[in-house]
């Protein structure tokens, strides 16, 4: 099967013209697109390589689940709506059996999301899936409705969404570096391999939540992110945050917390908002069906704080993930 068959076959689907914003998809040197007047291109690329990012044995359709997941995540965070998408493949081999089972995983989360695929590349060489998602944002009266990561000011609430940290506990468990029993590693590898990007809580938050970001490298090392962007300090409660572990594993509270904070590959949204948009927060959790709890405050000081359930501040010994560090 030679690259332009592989391509027909495997990804190239009628129909991305049909939706809003494609004028057009696959098989001319560029795609086109046509954001609808009075919004801004959102754009996010992620790369996920064998052995870095994921295991050579992976279940090929989770794979396609995983790689546009983390691309989509990126659109939540920003409160943008998904577009179309292009994907950039390196392949050892064209095995026929991985490729209709990853275009299987990655075409049913595109579809759940309108988003089609419009292009890209594709080359042989060590196993390597780059996509790159686009979306749209309105402008209104000029101004960007995006959420950034810069907008948090002391007094907000910080909230985040869904689970945390079971995904770092299946990756744990895989590499041998901690027991788990096969129902509770069955459970922490579905959020591990399959996340669920919040898109529709990131379009519910606009002019809602004050910042946001979704949390890829665990929940210490990205609020850093925001508060950096923002200028400001955090309070982080530990209760809160040791309680957002599903897991259903016996593991003591410290270990819960460990997993929570230092975290990774959760891909759940992590947003401020003003108090007074506390009954709007919750409604948009509501009305998209996404859990979101608070864990802490945007404080002026600067520097990150947690505190106990007593009020007591404890140390911060929580290391979240860097690739170069
Ligand atoms: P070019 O050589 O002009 O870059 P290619 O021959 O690589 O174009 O690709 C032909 C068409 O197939 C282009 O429209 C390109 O966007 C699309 N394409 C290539 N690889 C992929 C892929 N993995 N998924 C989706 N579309 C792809
Ligand atoms: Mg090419």
Redesign the pocket.
Known sequence: MGE?EL?RRY??RPGATAHAGVALG????C?LLQPAPGTQLAISSDMLVEGRHFFADVDPASLGHKALAVNLSDLAACGARPLAF????SLPQADEAWLAAFARGLFTLADAHDCP?I????TRGPLNLCITVFGEVPVVDGRSRALLRSGARAGDTLWVSGNLGDARLALEALQGQRALAPEHLQAARQRLEQPTPRVALGLALRGVASAALDLSDGLLGDLGHMLQASGCGARIDTAQAASLLATAAPLDEATRLALVLGGGDDYELLFSAPPAQDAAVLAAAQQTGTRVTRIGQIEAAPGLRLVDAQGHEQPNAYASFDHFR
């Open positions: 332009f391509i990804f190239q696959i098989g001319d040197d795609a292009t994907l950039a493949l695929l292009g890209g590349d594709t």
